[in-house]
C-alpha cells in the first residue's frame, strides 16, 4: 500500500470519525481489536491501471460501528442511531479519472461517476445509485457532514471525491454486501472491478495454524504454508 493510500485511509477515518461527533486525540491514539487502520484498508480498493486512477472505498455498518469504538465515551444509544441511520443503505466513497503526465489527474465529475458506478451482488444482481430524492434525510445529512471535511484536511483533491448510496438489502431482506459472511461483493467502475471476496478478514479474530503456529487471518478455510484445515473462525 503506497504512501497516498495510506493518507487516503486515515483521512476517511477521520472522516467517519467527525461525522460520528466521536472524535478526540485520546481515542485516535487508542489501540483496538481488530485492528482499525486493517479495517480501513480491507474496505477499500485502489487502481493505477489503463491510464486511470480509481478509489472505492466501502462504508458498512461494521466500520461505522468500529469507528465509535475507538472512542470509550460514545455511548451504545448514540452509536446505534448512527447504525440505524445507515442500515437500510450500503454506502460507498469514490474518486475516478484519468491520468495525466505531470499533472494531477483529470477526475470526473459526480454525474459522470453516477453513470459508472454499479454494485453488483454474490448472485449477480446489479444495483445502481439511488436519487438523491429517495435517501432518508438522515443519511444524507450525515454524509454531508463527512465530504466538506475531507477537503479542509486534503484540500480541492477531495472534492472529487463522492458518495453514493445503494440499497442495502435484497428483495428478500437479505443485506446485498455482508463483510462477515460467506460471498462476494463487487463494484463496477465503467470497465474497471472492485471485487470483495467475503467475509473480511479484518473483522474477524486472527487464528493460528495448529501444525506451523503460523499466525492468519481469520477469513483462511486453510493455512497456506502447509494446507492445514483451520476450524477457529468457521
Known amino acids: 500500500m503506497s504512501f497516498l493510500s495510506r493518507r487516503t485511509a486515515g483521512m476517511l477515518l477521520l472522516a467517519a470519525l467527525i461525522a460520528l461527533g466521536f472524535f478526540n486525540s485520546q481515542a485516535a491514539a487508542?489501540?483496538?481489536q481488530p485492528d482499525f487502520r486493517e479495517v480501513v484498508l480491507d474496505f477499500m480498493r485502489m487502481s493505477n491501471a489503463n491510464g486511470e486512477v480509481n478509489l472505492v472505498f466501502w462504508?458498512?455498518?461494521?466500520f461505522w460501528r468500529l469507528a465509535a469504538a475507538l472512542n470509550p465515551n460514545a455511548s451504545?444509544?448514540?452509536t446505534d442511531v448512527v447504525i440505524k441511520v445507515v442500515h437500510p443503505y450500503t454506502i460507498l466513497c469514490v474518486a475516478s479519472g484519468k491520468n495525466r503526465p505531470f499533472a494531477a489527474p483529470d477526475y470526473r465529475t459526480e454525474a459522470?461517476?453516477?453513470g459508472l458506478i454499479r454494485l453488483k451482488d454474490g448472485s449477480g444482481n446489479i444495483y445502481t445509485p439511488?436519487?438523491?430524492?429517495?435517501?432518508?434525510a438522515s443519511v444524507a445529512g450525515l454524509l454531508a457532514i463527512a465530504k466538506p471535511y475531507l477537503e479542509r484536511m486534503?484540500?480541492?483533491?477531495t472534492s472529487k471525491w463522492y458518495f453514493?448510496?445503494?440499497?442495502?438489502?435484497?428483495?428478500?431482506?437479505?443485506?446485498?454486501?455482508?463483510?462477515?459472511?460467506?460471498?462476494?461483493?463487487?463494484?463496477?467502475?465503467g470497465e474497471q472491478a472492485f471485487r470483495w471476496r467475503l467475509p473480511l478478514g479484518s473483522l474477524l479474530p486472527k487464528q493460528r495454524c495448529p501444525?506451523?503456529?503460523?499466525?492468519?487471518?481469520?477469513?483462511?478455510?486453510?493455512?497456506?504454508?502447509?494446507?492445514?484445515?483451520?476450524?477457529?473462525n468457521k
Open 30 to 32: 487508542q489501540s483496538q
Open 154 to 157: 486534503s484540500g480541492s483533491a
Open 112 to 114: 459522470e461517476v453516477r
Open 59 to 62: 462504508i458498512p455498518d461494521e
Open 76 to 78: 451504545t444509544s448514540q
Open 211 to 232: 501444525r506451523c503456529g503460523e499466525m492468519l487471518s481469520g477469513a483462511y478455510k486453510f493455512c497456506p504454508y502447509d494446507g492445514t484445515k483451520l476450524e477457529q
Open 130 to 136: 439511488l436519487p438523491q430524492d429517495q435517501l432518508d
Open 164 to 189: 453514493f448510496v445503494f440499497p442495502g438489502s435484497t428483495k428478500d431482506g437479505m443485506r446485498i454486501c455482508d463483510p462477515t459472511k460467506e460471498g462476494t461483493c463487487e463494484v463496477d467502475l
